[in-house]
């Protein structure tokens, strides 16, 4: 299966701290995605790094990608009680466009 | 600019009766999604369309699952017959850019919570 596998499954940390989730894939691809998903605002796309790509940045968010390890990591800089949710990796296949959804990580932040 | 719009956003019915759910894309989005996500899991693509043709239907339980997108707008998804394991949460998503080989960032829709009694 192409399917990402977050780790960990849940994570709790206090306002303020790091979070940091893990992504692992079994075959070649083109682009991973990072997605959070709460009550309120549905699934929303954070970030997209390319295989060519080892690391990007958005606002709080770092991701890394290693191919040869077939594995990325989604860091939550200096977290917020509104970071409360789940975090899913997306990876494609190289040849195709659609995506292959893990199955998420929890992350609970405490005020 | 307006998001991915659903309907209904919950559904309970029961078992071998039929659904339908609705998407309305965002304006312009060539590629149209249908994912079913089943409580603790991530979202399963179940069909991609590319404006109004089929690019994967390969995970779509096509003995009782069909869906369509005319016009290459709006899309249908449909249940019939409904059986238990079909309770989910049914996501419709849009993609701007069109790629044959690369993937982008999709909008999702609020979801359509489907319970099958």
């Known amino acids: 299966s192409q399917q990402g596998e977050e780790d960990p499954q849940a994570l709790s940390i206090q306002e303020g701290e790091n979070a940091t989730m893990n992504c692992s894939y079994k075959?070649?691809?083109?682009?991973l995605q990072w997605y959070r998903q709460n009550s309120g605002r549905g699934l929303v796309h954070l970030i997209l790094?390319?295989?060519?790509?080892r690391e990007k940045h958005s606002g709080r968010l770092r991701v890394t990608l290693d191919t040869s390890k077939k594995s990325s990591s989604l860091l939550i800089t200096a977290s917020r009680a509104a970071d409360t949710a789940s975090y899913f990796c997306?990876?494609?296949?190289?040849?195709?466009?659609?995506?292959?959804f893990g199955t998420g990580t929890r992350l609970t932040v405490i005020p | 600019e307006a998001g991915v719009a659903q309907s209904p956003r919950y559904k309970i019915i029961e078992k071998r009766q039929s659904v339908a759910f609705w998407c309305n894309p965002i304006?312009?989005?060539?590629?149209l999604y249908w994912y079913q996500q089943i409580l603790g899991q991530g979202p399963k693509l179940l069909i991609q369309?590319?404006?109004?043709?089929?690019?994967?239907d390969s995970q779509l339980p096509k003995d009782r699952f069909s869906a369509e997108r005319l016009k290459g707008v709006d899309s249908t998804l449909k249940i019939q017959p409904a059986k238990l394991e079909d309770s989910a949460v049914y996501l419709c998503?849009?993609?701007?850019?069109?790629?044959?080989?690369?993937?982008?960032?999709?909008?999702f829709g609020p979801g359509t919570r489907l319970t099958v009694t």
């Open positions: 369309f590319q404006n109004n043709g089929v690019v994967d």
């Open positions: 304006s312009g989005h060539a590629t």
């Open positions: 790094i390319r295989s060519n790509e």
């Open positions: 998503a849009s993609s701007f850019k069109v790629g044959i080989t690369l993937s982008y960032e999709q909008y």
């Open positions: 075959t070649s691809i083109n682009n």
């Open positions: 997306a990876t494609d296949r190289a040849g195709a466009n659609n995506l292959f």
